[in-house]
C-alpha cells in the first residue's frame, strides 16, 4: 500500500516510517520541515502529489504544559490542522489513521477505559486532540489512542529517568498516575498492521501491563542493572513546581477492540523496555 505519514521526525514518526517500510509499503514519510499540516494548501499539495491510500497523521503539538499556555496553538496544530488532513484525503480517496491519546479521558473512571467510553479531556492538549478524533468519518478512518510512548528517537521518560538516575542518588516520581507504557516500535507495528489491514473504529493499543511513574521508573532502573530502591514515591499534589497540565489518575486504556478483532495483543511492556534501555546504552 502508499501510505503517507505526517510528523515523520517525532518519536513515533521515525518508528512508524520504519515498520511501514520493513511491511513493504510504499512510504511516504513528511517531517514538519518538510510539511506543516497548519498550512492547507500545503497539505493538500503534498496529499494529491503523493496519491496516498493511507494517511498515518502522526503529526501534533505534544508538549502538554505548553499547550494549556496557548489553546489556540494547540487547537490549530491538533485539530485544525486534522481537518486539513482529512479533507485532502478525502480529495484522493485516502483513508486516515489518527494518533489519539489517553489525555482525552478525565482519569477518574475506577477500570481500564474503553474505546467505547466518553471521553472528558481535562488539559488544553486533551481537548485539542479529542477535537481532532472529531474531524474523522469513523466508518472510513481510524483513530488509534496509544499512551505513555517511549522510544529510541526524541524525549521521552525513559531517556529523562536513566538522566536522572546518572545524575542523581535518589529519584522521585508519583505513584498515583498510572497507565500503560508502550514502546514507540511496538505501538508502530501494530499502527501500521491497522492502517493496511482494516478500516475505520477507535483502537486502543498500548503494550499491557499497568505501573504507576514511580513503579515504571523503578523498572527502567532494573533494567539498566541499575538499584530500584533508588527511586522514591510522591503524590502528585506535592510536585514542585506544579505541573500546568492536569494528567489524568487513571490513563489505563483497554485494547477491547483488539481482542474483539482476534488481534494479538502487544507484549507486556517489560520486553520492549529491556530492548530499548540496552539500545539506548549502546548509542
Ligand atoms: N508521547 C506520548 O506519550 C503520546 C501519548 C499518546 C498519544 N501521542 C500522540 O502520538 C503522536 C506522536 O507523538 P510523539 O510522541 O511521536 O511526539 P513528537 O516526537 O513530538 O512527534 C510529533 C511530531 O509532530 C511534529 N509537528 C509539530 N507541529 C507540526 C506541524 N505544524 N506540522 C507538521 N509536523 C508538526 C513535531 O515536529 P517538531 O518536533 O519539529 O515540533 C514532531 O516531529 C501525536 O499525535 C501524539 O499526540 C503521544
Redesign the pocket.
Known sequence: MKILI?????????ELVDAANQAENEVVG????Q?????RGAVQQAVTAARPQVII???????VDACEGDAAKAM???AT?TQHVVDAARHVGARVV??????VFDGTKPNPYLETDTPNPQSV?GVS?LA?EQALDLALDSVV???????Y?????VKTILRLAAEHDTLTFVDDQIGNP?M?DDAARMIVHLATEQSGGIWHVTNQGVVSWYEFAREVLRAAGLDPARVRPIPTRDLMPPRPAPRPANSVLENQALRDAGIALLDNFHVPLSRLVNRLRLG
Do not use: E
Open positions: 505526517t510528523g515523520a521526525g517525532g518519536q513515533l514518526g521515525h513528511l517531517t514538519r520541515a510539511l506543516d499540516v497548519t498550512n497523521h502522526a503529526a501534533a503539538w505534544t508538549a490549530l496544530v491538533n490542522a489518527y494518533i489519539g491519546t489517553d489525555y492538549y486532540k481532532g489512542r496509544i499512551s505513555w510512548v517511549c522510544g528517537h526524541g524525549a521521552n521518560m508502550t514507540a
